[in-house]
Nanobody, 115 residues
Framework: QVQLVESGGGFVQPGGSLRLSCAAS????????MAWYRQAPGKQREMVAS???????DYADSVKGRFTISRDHLKNTAALQMNSLKPEDTAVYYC?????????WGQGTQVTVSS
């Protein structure tokens, strides 16, 4: 079982930036996919960005060019740098880790983009 703890959410004006962090603990396998998802009120949870163990990334079309996902294998952490934030980015953001055993989720962190 892997435990995930997110941090870094908050309130920001449109055009601003935030950096989310995710710390993983527990028995972490060498081959894992880490990802960030988000869920806005009344909407389904959607994948925002993902990164494989070898650094291959994938992004939702809505965040390409604005968000960057990264991970540190030694520290078992992942981060999501979010720039040029828009009101439609407002959501609870969740960290996710997936391996051959299944998936684990963090508790989520709120991001609010508003003027």
């Amino acid at each position: 079982q892997v435990q995930l703890v997110e941090s870094g959410g908050g309130f920001v004006q449109p055009g601003g930036s935030l950096r989310l962090s995710c710390a993983a603990s527990g028995r972490i396998l060498s081959s894992t996919l880490m990802a960030w998802y988000r869920q806005a009120p009344g909407k389904q949870r959607e994948m925002v960005a993902s990164i494989t163990s070898v650094g291959i990334t994938d992004y939702a079309d809505s965040v390409k060019g604005r968000f960057t996902i990264s991970r540190d294998h030694l520290k078992n952490t992942a981060a999501l740098q979010m720039n040029s934030l828009k009101p439609e980015d407002t959501a609870v953001y969740y960290c996710n880790i997936r391996d051959e055993r299944g998936a684990s989720w963090g508790q989520g962190t709120q991001v609010t983009v508003s003027s």
